[in-house]
C-alpha cells in the first residue's frame, strides 16, 4: 500500500511539474506574440515626430571613422523607437529599441562589415557583409528570449 501511495504521489508530482513547466511555455509564447504584434504596430505608423543626433560624439562620447547617429521616434509625447547607428572603420553597427508605456520590449541588433579587397588592401565601402543580427524580447524589464544568427565573416576576394 505505501509504495502505491508513494508512486501515485510522485506522478502527481510529475504530472504537475510537466503542466507547471507547459504554462511558463505558453506564458513566454503569448509574451512573444503580444510583443511581436506592438512591435508591427509601432513599425506601421508612419507620422512619427523624430529627433535625430549626427554626432556620435554626442552620445557616444568620442567619434567615430564613419559618424554615427541617433534617431528617436516620439509619437504622443512617448518614445517608442530608438535607431542607434554607428560607422566604424570596417564596420556598421545598428541597433533598433521598441518601447510600449516607457518600457523596453525589443532590441534588433545587427553587425554588417565591410569587405576586404586584397588587391588594394583596404576595405570596400560599397559591400557589406551582414555578420550579425540578435534580436531580444523583454517583458516587465527583464530579458524573457534571445535569437542570435551569426556568420562569420569570410574575407571576399575580388
Known sequence: MKIHNYL????????????INAQGKQDKRYALFKIKKVYKE???????????????EDFLGHNTDNGGSLTAYYKDDNVKKIIEWVGLSNKIIQNEYYLNNDKLIFVYSTEEMYRFNESTQNFDYSKLDNVFKGRY?????????????????????E
Open 42 to 56: 509601432i513599425n506601421a505608423y508612419k507620422n512619427y515626430k523624430k529627433i535625430t543626433i549626427d554626432e556620435s
Open 137 to 157: 524580447y523583454f517583458e516587465k524589464e527583464k530579458l524573457i528570449d534571445t535569437i542570435l544568427n551569426n556568420k562569420k565573416h569570410e574575407e571576399t576576394k
Open 8 to 19: 501515485a504521489l510522485t506522478f502527481i508530482a510529475l504530472a504537475s511539474l510537466t503542466t
